[in-house]
């Protein structure tokens, strides 16, 4: 039995069939946002959501029959579990009679299930897992990044408040406008009202009335605070997102690589061929280790000069 399942499991028909009904299941739940046409085709879109429902039971059946006496194994993959957890969501929702606040939260899990793409294309699982293994550098950008927007809102409500105090009279305020300036949505119209004036650009008449600005022109200062604040935040800290996610794709990569490589010895060994590749991975790291040493070596004489 589980011999079967895990060769159904493994079949590419199998494999495609989960895609395309995947894919089914994003189309009707987006049928569904048409109220109107959804109302005249209830009975075959409902057919259809049992259907993939359906489906998605019956694969995560075969899957649990495919690990033999050892059925807590499909549990081990986290997108198994995510894939379950959205199955179950699917199944309780028209079972189980409970709160009109917390039903159509049952109901929502419907709209997860295109997230399935996910666990069924192998590319969108190595994306996924580069990004979550990039969380923790990209605290430490973040971490710099509030820097950034701390230092210069507090220098913009010191520069800036009695000219402009739509965008920088409090701390709070002027760090939401810089954000704005950071996507660089219209960030120049808030770069000319400090360096030409409330009065002379961007203040209406019924804004200068209500906010009662002290208009006062800062050209060079101006120009200097904000393509600074834009050329740091915009290209600097976006560099350092690239690089932080570059890296974790490459990590990724090495680690799909030896998965796929530990699955094709499985499937079909060639003992020449397979020695070659180890022996190649054991040249590499022999060289990053003596490139180590090398620069131990360059850092020890340069100490001593």
Not at 25 to 51: C, M, P, R, W, Y
Request: aromatic share 10%.
């Amino acid at each position: 039995m589980s011999s079967n399942c895990k060769s159904i499991v493994n079949s590419k028909f199998f494999q495609r069939l989960i895609l395309v009904t995947i894919l089914l299941a994003g189309v009707v739940v987006g049928v569904q946002t048409f109220k109107a046409f959804a109302g005249e085709h209830a009975i075959v879109l409902n057919t259809l959501d049992s259907f993939i429902l359906g489906i998605f039971v019956i694969e995560a059946v075969i899957k649990i029959l495919a690990e033999g006496n050892r059925p807590q194994n499909y549990f081990k993959n986290p997108w198994n579990v995510f894939d379950f957890i959205i199955v179950v969501a699917c199944l309780l929702g028209p079972v189980i009679h409970l709160g009109g606040d917390f039903l159509p939260v049952l109901r929502l899990a419907r709209i997860l299930r295109v997230l399935r793409l996910v666990s069924a294309i192998p590319k969108l699982q190595l994306l996924v897992s580069c990004l979550l293994r990039s969380l923790p550098s990209m605290f430490y950008v973040s971490i710099l990044l509030f820097l950034l927007f701390y230092i210069y809102g507090t220098m913009a409500v010191f520069l800036f408040a009695e000219n402009d105090p739509i965008h920088f009279r409090n701390l709070q305020t002027s760090i939401l406008s810089l954000f704005r300036v950071v996507t660089l949505e219209d960030w120049t119209d808030v770069m000319y009202i400090n360096m030409y004036g409330s009065e002379n650009y961007g203040y209406s008449s019924n804004d200068l009335a209500k906010w009662s600005p002290i208009s006062s022109a800062s050209p060079l200062g101006g120009a200097l605070f904000f393509v600074s604040f834009v050329l740091i935040g915009t290209m600097i800290v976006l560099n350092l997102v690239i690089g932080v996610i570059m890296n974790s794709m490459d990590e990724s990569n090495a680690e799909m690589k030896i998965k796929q490589e530990l699955i094709r010895r499985k499937t079909s060994p060639e003992p020449l061929r397979d020695g070659i590749y180890d022996l190649q991975l054991k040249m590499e790291k022999i060289a990053g280790e003596m490139e180590l040493i090398k620069k131990l070596l360059e850092e020890k004489k340069s100490g001593q000069n």
